[in-house]
């Protein structure tokens, strides 16, 4: 088999990681988590998938840490946030 991502083990067939959490009344409990050794197969079963330089994409879609600042600027998009100021201001210029 493949190098498997951190602390991912094997059990009935199947991959699983275990994950540590808090209850609201302050318990810890472990949940144990489906892994996919692909994206399309995260996607598709809706199981955790390890990115090597993003980390832990749970059910196929969301990664678990949110990425940075730096690390979102520096992906070359040219993504623009559209705040009232910022609208105001492309309404003026397109007014003149």
Not at 6 to 35: A, N, Q
Not at 75 to 82: I, K, L, M, N, R
């Amino acid at each position: 088999m493949a190098d498997l991502p951190p602390d991912v083990y094997e059990k009935d067939g199947r991959l699983w990681r275990d994950v540590d959490r808090i209850s609201p009344e302050g318990d810890s409990w472990v949940k144990h988590r489906p892994v996919a050794l692909t994206l399309q197969e995260a996607k598709i079963k809706h199981w955790d998938w390890f990115h090597p330089i993003h980390g832990w994409v749970l059910e196929g879609y969301k990664l678990e840490k949110d990425r940075d600042a730096a690390d979102i600027l520096a992906d070359g998009s040219q993504t623009v946030v559209a705040t009232p100021e910022r609208q105001m201001e492309l309404t003026r210029a397109e007014g003149e």
